[in-house]
Nanobody, 115 residues
Framework: VQLVESGGGLVESGGSLRLSCAAS????????MSWYRQAPGKGRERVAA????????NYPNSVKGRFTISRDNAKNSVYLQMNSLKPEDTAVYFC?????????WGQGTQVTVSS
């Protein structure tokens, strides 16, 4: 099983980034997918979730209206479009797959937003 994130980097405040997560080794279309983030000295926070079919998404208030999660089951991939980025969005972003008690994590990708 592998979840490989990409697309992180350094961006100025107000800018955009699109993260990608390529999945392999499991039945991707059966799993709900999420993006989490963890800033230095803080706990891991879920910032977006999407159902297996892609019809249902969920966001916390901190990113609602700025972040958009999507998935392509034909490509075994999930994406996170991040717009209007703020310095407080700086964190390592992780891809997560879950189905019942089965949970998989990616290794993370760093997103740094400069003020």
């Amino acid at each position: 099983v592998q979840l490989v994130e990409s697309g992180g980097g350094l961006v100025e405040s107000g800018g955009s980034l699109r993260l990608s997560c390529a999945a392999s080794g499991f039945t991707f279309s059966s799993f709900s997918m999420s993006w989490y983030r963890q800033a230095p000295g803080k706990g891991r926070e879920r910032v977006a979730a999407i159902s297996p079919s892609g019809t249902t998404t969920n966001y916390p208030n901190s990113v609602k209206g700025r972040f958009t999660i999507s998935r392509d089951n034909a490509k075994n991939s999930v994406y996170l479009q991040m717009n209007s980025l703020k310095p407080e969005d700086t964190a390592v972003y992780f891809c997560n797959a879950y189905l019942g008690s089965t949970i998989y994590w990616g290794q993370g990708t760093q997103v740094t937003v400069s003020s």
